[in-house]
């Protein structure tokens, strides 16, 4: 053999070993500074709640702090073209939340394809949302519901976290599958729409488990249903929508993401630490106090339900002709 074949084979093996060394290398030192997670939604709705519990977690696990930081507007839309132009070394990830999912067939131009750009890393939880009333309704259950909107077309106002959150569309597919009409009330996130139910300026909400189940539990609010096609864990004397509108289903979920390229073992670190988070048993209980179990998985996994729920939500916004302003 030459010494230039020799050299040439030498060459060729450690370009071969470089990405190997290069993985290790991030995983072992992963994270060697603070990590951002942008939460799209305003701060005490159900997706800043999952993210803090979250990031104080992995805070504790991986020695570094974990800070969540809002950027509402826009349904997410900020938050994660923040997080599409951030360096891909997982020191910025993004809460995400069924916005993900929306938004692509909600606005008519957007600056970032999500499934293209967002590198999915975990699921955390996926719940119903519930169909909440204000006590001043004169209505207890979804079929006095659904009878009192066709008496009374112009005085039911839906609250919701914004336009095209998962609040807004779950209401949307509640009309389109009941007949109930409805006024769409859009909020700056589920804590001031949450507010104003309570207080008796609107009437209904579609809003996820985590951020409302303290309010009925306290008497503030009175739950007709939930939206899974299964009874909630945290609300197991509350009966489903699908009982009464057959086959309505709409949740609302949560997940970590990256962005783009960043390297295989840091998404891997973080998922498998999430996935720890989701098998601790006092991690279990709180999720289940939030509304349902953990949504552990791959990063695939999580991958498929994005997909699959961008599918669903797009023709429910074509159908309903909703607009983002």
Do not use: C
Not at 40 to 61: C, F, K, N, P, Y
Not at 77 to 103: F, K, Q, R
Not at 143 to 152: Q, V
């Amino acid at each position: 053999m030459t010494g230039s074949r020799r050299r040439f084979l030498r060459l060729a093996a450690a370009a071969v070993a470089v990405p190997a060394v290069s993985s290790r290398a991030w995983s072992q030192t992963y994270p060697s500074r603070p990590v951002r997670i942008i939460v799209g939604l305003a701060a005490g709705g159900a997706t800043d709640i999952v993210a803090r519990l979250m990031g104080q977690w992995l805070s504790e696990r991986l020695g570094q702090q974990f800070v969540v930081e809002n950027r509402p507007g826009a349904n997410g839309n900020i938050a994660t073209e923040a997080v599409v132009n951030a360096s891909a070394d997982g020191h910025t990830l993004l809460a995400i939340s069924p916005g993900a999912a929306i938004n692509g067939a909600l606005y008519d131009k957007l600056n970032f394809d999500f499934l293209r750009d967002i590198a999915p890393v975990a699921g955390i939880l996926r719940v119903p949302n519930v169909m909440a009333v204000s006590l001043s309704l004169p209505v207890k259950s979804v079929p006095e519901f659904i009878a009192y909107a066709k008496a009374n077309p112009n005085k039911i106002s839906m609250a919701s976290a914004g336009i095209g959150s998962s609040n807004h569309l779950s209401g949307e597919l509640f009309k389109l599958m009941s007949g109930a009409p409805m006024l769409h009330v859009p909020y700056r996130g589920a804590a001031p729409a949450l507010t104003d139910l309570i207080g008796g300026q609107v009437q209904v909400i579609f809003s996820a488990v985590p951020s409302t189940v303290e309010y009925i539990k306290a008497d503030k609010l009175r739950a007709l249903a939930v939206t899974s096609t299964s009874r909630s864990e945290a609300l197991p004397g509350v009966p489903t929508v699908a009982e009464f509108v057959p086959g309505y289903e709409a949740s609302n979920w949560w997940g970590i993401g990256a962005p783009k390229n960043t390297p295989a073992a840091v998404v891997g670190k973080l998922n498998q630490e999430i996935n720890l988070a989701l098998a601790d048993p006092k991690m279990k209980a709180r999720l289940l106090e939030l509304g349902g179990p953990g949504l552990a998985g791959s990063p695939a996994d999580f991958e498929k339900l994005i997909a699959d729920e961008t599918e669903k939500w797009g023709k429910v916004i074509r159908t309903a002709n909703i607009k983002a302003n």
